[in-house]
């Protein structure tokens, strides 16, 4: 049967051409085959992987379809769990979800079509634990959940997000050991070293062996992260000890070290300025220790003495692990030009080369072209006064908003925690939160960000999806408490 739809036409006979039985078996028939092709009229999304306990779907002016592990999921569909059970959903563009008990949840647009990927989601209740896909990757700013009028925004990420009420704060009070047990595989730990503050045009950043997360202000950065520039971005990055540095268009920057304020260790900030150009004002680290700041380049290692300065790398300078890594070009020695390497002009302080080396005072431009031998110019270059990105020194930030957190008070409202990736919450006002950050945001619209992560999120007992297979077995509920309260007991089978 080709046909989408059937058409009865005639009139029965008076008396059944069949037995009674025969007659309400063919009936029975075309009611089971509307129902199959109405099914197979909307997009299948994905199907249920893993169910314990009860999970309906309902699409909009149908009824209830009590679901099972294998059944599929439609765009569109509502999908609820009852109060003791869980769901284990995976979409077709790999993304998954566990959805938790007593959760209310609907997949209201899914497209993997080229150009055109998007996974829109809204929560009414409960909560989720999901990772994303091939859409997040893909296009990441089609992929989104919804809560109320606050959306969150999902960039290749694993995280959580429940909407809490006296639940919460009761699984708050006395998380249960086993719980704790049960979460601790999924956590990533990971230690912000810096925000942005301003963000225009094209501005990503990735870790090794992971994909690039777009930037936007107040996107946290971590040791280990490279940003990159395309030809119209510029960055401003905030850094914990208050040090601004302004990436250029074109440009590529990796974080190798960060450390501040933490006890027994020495403070350190190392970059590498593989290609582009930069310009750095120093913080609290650089005042206390400069030896303890530096920028790499391929051709020479940067030192400060309390500075504001700017460099470019161009050329020979360009780090030879980039594509299209420029080569070392003829420079001419009395007037080299922006490609002929590695130039640095101090604005505040003192600052030097490793190579040689070589002081570059207050005002002046020291210079390392493909030889290799740092000197100082008696000009400043002209590129110099059309940089690029702004004077860091001269863009405000507001360092307590920047990295501010508060104590969860348990309040009702959405509560989301990261396990890895970025996600930004968004109502009336908007946080980017990182690896293992947490954020709320409540009835006011007002999102805010979370330290430290509240147990409830931190010792979730639900699988997390990207590690969850049938073979973990199931989780059983004891003595008809519902999992995730205090003193409860759990058995794994």
């Known amino acids: 049967m080709t046909s989408s739809s059937l058409k009865l036409t005639g009139r029965l006979p008076a008396q059944p051409l069949f037995g009674t039985g025969l007659l309400q078996r063919w009936l029975a028939g075309i009611v089971i085959a509307l129902l199959a092709l109405t099914a197979a009229a909307q997009q299948k999304a994905g199907e249920v992987t893993h169910l314990q306990g009860m999970a309906t779907a309902q699409q909009p002016g149908d009824g209830l379809r009590f679901l099972g592990s294998g059944d599929a999921v439609l765009e569109g569909d509502v999908l609820t769990t009852t109060d003791k059970g869980f769901a ?167 974080i190798d070290a960060f450390v501040y304020n933490k006890p027994q260790t020495p403070d350190a900030m190392g970059l590498s300025l593989l290609k582009g150009g930069l310009r750095a004002f120093t913080g609290l680290i650089g005042k206390k220790s400069p030896d303890a700041f530096s920028v790499k380049t391929k051709t020479s290692t940067v030192g400060i003495r309390g500075t504001g300065m700017d460099i470019s790398c161009e050329g020979p300078c360009v780090d030879a692990s980039l594509s299209g890594a420029g080569a070392a070009s003829a420079a001419n020695s009395a007037n080299p030009k922006k490609p002929d390497g590695l130039f640095m002009l101090t604005w505040v302080g003192g600052s030097y080369f490793f190579v040689g080396p070589l002081d570059v005072p207050l005002n002046r431009v020291g210079f390392i072209g493909g030889d290799g031998v740092a000197r100082l110019l008696e000009n400043v270059p002209d590129f110099f006064k059309d940089f690029g990105s702004p004077r860091p020194d001269q863009v405000e930030v507001n360092w307590d908003n920047l990295f501010a957190t508060v104590l969860s008070l348990g309040a009702d409202g959405l509560y989301v925690l990261v396990r890895d990736g970025h996600v930004f919450m968004s109502d009336s006002s908007r946080i980017d939160l990182g690896i293992n950050e947490a954020g709320y945001l409540g009835p006011n619209g007002l999102a805010l960000r979370l330290a430290p992560v509240p147990s409830f999120l931190l010792n979730d007992p639900y699988p997390l999806p990207e590690l969850f297979t049938n073979l973990n077995g199931q989780i059983f509920q004891l003595f008809g408490v519902t999992l995730g309260q205090p003193g409860q007991e759990i058995c794994r089978l």
């Open 88 to 254: 284990v959903i995976t979409l077709s563009d790999g993304t998954k979800f566990t959805l938790r008990p007593s959760t209310s949840f609907v997949l209201e647009r899914y497209s993997q079509n080229p150009g055109a990927e998007a996974a829109v989601m809204r929560l009414f209740k409960g909560g989720m634990r999901m990772a994303s896909g091939q859409i997040a990757k893909r296009n990441p700013a089609g992929i989104e959940l919804r809560v109320n009028t606050a959306t969150v925004g999902i960039i290749g990420t694993s995280f959580d997000a429940r909407i809490c009420g006296a639940d919460c704060r009761q699984e708050n009070a006395a998380p249960s050991l086993a719980a704790l047990q049960a979460a601790q595989a999924g956590v990533v730990t990971g230690i912000v070293a810096a925000r942005v503050v301003q963000s225009t045009g094209e501005v990503a950043a990735s870790q090794p062996g992971k994909p690039a997360r777009p930037l936007a202000v107040g996107a946290p950065l971590y040791e280990g992260d490279v940003v990159r520039t395309g030809a119209g971005g510029v960055a401003v990055i905030g850094f914990k000890d208050q040090s601004k540095v302004s990436v250029n268009p074109q440009s590529t920057l990796r």
